[in-house]
């Protein structure tokens, strides 16, 4: 900043054609431009201007000097534009991570009708089941569904929050009837869906994960896209987020078997790093997930709740 701060008074010297009206234009005292100007002389280890009593003429290395602070500061300006009307318009990339389910249900359509009405907005979108180190990793939003979000000193917007329902295919339950207990699992296949959020796999209030499934695990897999699949294909029975059985539910792909039971239950978050100076692509694409995404979930609610005939997809 202080050689920023010396090019910037070589430069209206130079404008100016003295250190006096160098000084009276920019506020500062005679001898604080000329010891600017020395001081620079001797950073750069080259004189800059020839000094009289009653002129100043540049030497050969202050004019092509000249040019390149000239080029400098207005780069700089230009720069300090485009930071300080980053809160007031909305462009540029932005880098948003979200778990794989909630991230093609909802996400993927939400930045869909968001870059409709934001079109110098772009995304770049990771999907995993492992939440990145967001400030190493360089995101600007990271959408949580882990129940057990831990206290990073970030922001946490929450978004709404959702739950696991046990589905089955059809002809599964034609073949091997439909549980009516959850002890009456124990005598299914149970098809299991491995999930950093809840390591323990199943988490039902009041039963024990271990008196109620079999202890044989015959299909895992970590994606629960793929263990709805595996549903479908009449391997078992199977516990998946809200957000992914809702649409094979609707599509008559999987049947809700225990509709009483919640497990799993997920809060679902949008992360970010401050409040402060607040980016308007971030700030524009969280208020618009504030007003969406819980609609969406609602109309996932509406579907688990075997009310899927009543409701249509929201559209913002």
Not at 27 to 43: D, F, K, Q
Not at 222 to 227: C, E, F, L, P, R
Not at 254 to 261: E, F, S, T, Y
Request: with cysteine; net charge negative.
């Amino acid at each position: 900043m202080e050689l920023f701060h010396a090019m910037q008074i070589f430069v209206r010297v130079v404008e100016q054609g003295s250190f006096t009206a160098a000084a009276d234009s920019l506020g500062y005292s005679t001898p604080h431009v000329s010891r600017s100007i020395a001081e620079l002389e001797s950073h750069l280890k080259a004189r800059l201007l020839n000094r009289t009593t009653r002129k100043l003429a540049m030497t050969e290395v202050g004019q092509r000097y000249l040019e390149r602070c000239r080029g400098i500061i207005e780069e700089v300006k230009l720069a300090e534009l485009e930071a300080t009307g980053a809160h007031l318009e909305a462009f540029g990339k932005l880098r948003v991570h979200s778990p794989n389910g909630i991230g093609h249900y909802h996400v993927i359509p939400l930045i869909a009708q968001y870059s409709a009405l934001n079109l110098d907005v772009d995304f770049d979108l990771s999907l995993s089941q492992v939440e990145p180190d967001m400030l190493a990793e360089g995101y600007d939003v990271l959408i949580s569904a882990n129940a057990r979000f831990a206290d990073s000193g970030f922001i946490a917007q929450p978004l709404g929050s959702t739950y696991s329902v046990l589905c089955a295919g059809r002809n599964y339950l034609e073949e091997r009837g439909s549980p009516e207990s959850l002890k009456d699992l124990a005598r299914h296949t149970c098809l299991m869906l491995r999930d950093p959020a809840f390591p323990k796999g199943w988490e039902i209030d009041g039963f024990d994960i271990e008196e109620i499934i079999p202890a044989r695990q015959m299909f895992s897999v970590n994606v629960a896209d793929s263990i709805a699949q595996a549903a479908k294909e009449n391997m078992g029975i199977c516990l998946i987020p809200g957000y992914v059985a809702a649409a094979s539910i609707r599509n008559g792909d999987l049947v809700r078997v225990l509709p009483q039971i919640r497990a799993n239950q997920r809060n679902i978050s949008a992360i970010y790093p401050s409040r402060q100076f607040l980016d308007a692509k971030v700030r524009t694409w969280i208020d618009f997930l504030k007003k969406w995404l819980p609609e969406r979930l609602f109309v996932d609610e509406r579907i688990l709740q075997g009310q899927a005939s009543e409701v249509l997809a929201s559209k913002p």
